[in-house]
């Protein structure tokens, strides 16, 4: 049995409707290929795909955005700067191969520019990365990165951020340097349709992040959702679906690289900037034979 805790990407989580079934189709065109032998060839495919979903999902996005944005006057493009806030996220996870695996972060965001199409944030916080002992696996070191930073928007779907920090290795067994400079470019898109009738539903999400203090970066990561969601409460979602998920990392220490089709059942409840929801689910083509059924229990939140 295996389990996480993720927090999701709660500015894009949101009910929009949309008239294009691309992320649909970039689902299937991914998927058709997935149990193809591995190699330079293949690695090559596998970053192009998800370079071309994430372009798909970032277009699709601004064409949602701006049919939201129908008949909205000039003089309320621009809008005064908000206050600060805090965002925790955290991503717990338990495997057979790697026991524990820990990735939380908490975050202080002070916009700097603010408009209807675009943003500027500062912010300072901080990462824990830990990995309970014993495992027949490595995923990461243990860590802590305190960091700065500054973030751009587009279209409140689409992200570039910059940070620096400096990592301490806080691994009992770790023989290298204990800490170091770890300054990261992020680029980041995701967000959520729904359809016609309104309960089916596509959800995607891509992530790219370059590290230049390691050999081999980036680490990119997409996935994709299609599903149909049940409203039993008011505040509370059911959400069967499929998910194609595929994760390319060229370092140790950035975590494993996996590429998977699953099916499974997620039981969501959102109030306020909160979220949390319990996901499980059956994952295919894991490069071993097994029938386990894996879980995930999502926490976010802004405050």
């Given at each position: 049995?295996?389990?996480?805790?993720?927090?999701?990407?709660?500015?894009?989580?949101?009910?929009?409707?949309?008239?294009?079934?691309?992320?649909?189709?970039?689902?299937?065109?991914?998927?058709?290929?997935?149990?193809?032998?591995?190699?330079?060839?293949?690695?090559?495919?596998?970053?192009?795909?998800?370079?071309?979903?994430?372009?798909?999902?970032?277009?699709?996005?601004?064409?949602?955005?701006?049919?939201?944005?129908?008949?909205?006057?000039?003089?309320?493009?621009?809008?005064?700067?908000?206050?600060?806030?805090?965002?925790?996220?955290?991503?717990?996870?338990?495997?057979?191969?790697?026991?524990?695996?820990?990735?939380?972060?908490?975050?202080?965001?002070?916009?700097?520019?603010?408009?209807?199409?675009?943003?500027?944030?500062?912010?300072?916080?901080?990462?824990?990365?830990?990995?309970?002992?014993?495992?027949?696996?490595?995923?990461?070191?243990?860590?802590?990165?305190?960091?700065?930073?500054?973030?751009?928007?587009?279209?409140?779907?689409?992200?570039?951020?910059?940070?620096?920090?400096?990592?301490?290795?806080?691994?009992?067994?770790?023989?290298?340097?204990?800490?170091?400079?770890?300054?990261?470019?992020?680029?980041?898109?995701?967000?959520?349709?729904?359809?016609?009738?309104?309960?089916?539903?596509?959800?995607?999400?891509?992530?790219?992040?370059?590290?230049?203090?390691?050999?081999?970066?980036?680490?990119?990561?997409?996935?994709?959702?299609?599903?149909?969601r049940f409203q039993p409460l008011l505040h509370l979602?059911?959400?069967?679906?499929?998910?194609?998920?595929?994760?390319?990392?060229?370092?140790?220490?950035?975590?494993?690289?996996?590429?998977?089709?699953?099916?499974?059942?997620?039981?969501?409840?959102?109030?306020?900037?909160?979220?949390?929801?319990?996901?499980?689910?059956?994952?295919?083509?894991?490069?071993?034979?097994?029938?386990?059924?894996?879980?995930?229990?999502?926490?976010?939140?802004?405050?």
């Amino acid at each position: 049995m295996k389990s996480t805790l993720r927090v999701p990407f709660n500015k894009w989580q949101r009910h929009y409707t949309y008239n294009s079934l691309t992320p649909l189709r970039c689902m299937l065109s991914l998927t058709s290929n997935f149990t193809k032998k591995r190699g330079p060839m293949r690695r090559r495919r596998l970053l192009f795909k998800i370079f071309s979903t994430t372009m798909l999902i970032v277009f699709s996005s601004i064409n949602s955005f701006a049919d939201e944005q129908v008949g909205t006057s000039t003089s309320s493009l621009f809008s005064s700067v908000q206050k600060g806030f805090e965002e925790l996220y955290s991503e717990n996870s338990y495997y057979t191969e790697y026991n524990l695996v820990t990735d939380t972060r908490i975050r202080y965001y002070q916009p700097l520019l603010e408009s209807l199409y675009t943003g500027i944030d500062a912010f300072v916080g901080a990462n824990l990365q830990y990995q309970s002992p014993g495992a027949k696996e490595k995923y990461f070191d243990d860590s802590i990165t305190p960091y700065v930073g500054v973030r751009g928007s587009l279209f409140k779907r689409i992200y570039l951020q910059f940070q620096a920090g400096l990592r301490s290795i806080i691994n009992e067994d770790y023989s290298g340097e204990r800490s170091q400079w770890d300054p990261r470019v992020i680029l980041s898109a995701g967000d959520f349709w729904q359809w016609s009738p309104p309960q089916v539903f596509t959800e995607a999400y891509g992530e790219s992040t370059f590290v230049p203090r390691l050999d081999s970066t980036p680490v990119s990561t997409l996935w994709v959702k299609q599903g149909y969601r049940f409203q039993p409460l008011l505040h509370l979602n059911l959400d069967p679906y499929a998910e194609f998920y595929t994760r390319d990392s060229r370092s140790a220490d950035l975590g494993p690289s996996m590429t998977e089709v699953r099916l499974g059942l997620r039981t969501q409840w959102v109030q306020g900037g909160w979220n949390v929801a319990a996901l499980m689910y059956h994952p295919f083509d894991r490069h071993d034979t097994h029938g386990d059924i894996e879980g995930l229990l999502v926490v976010g939140g802004i405050f």
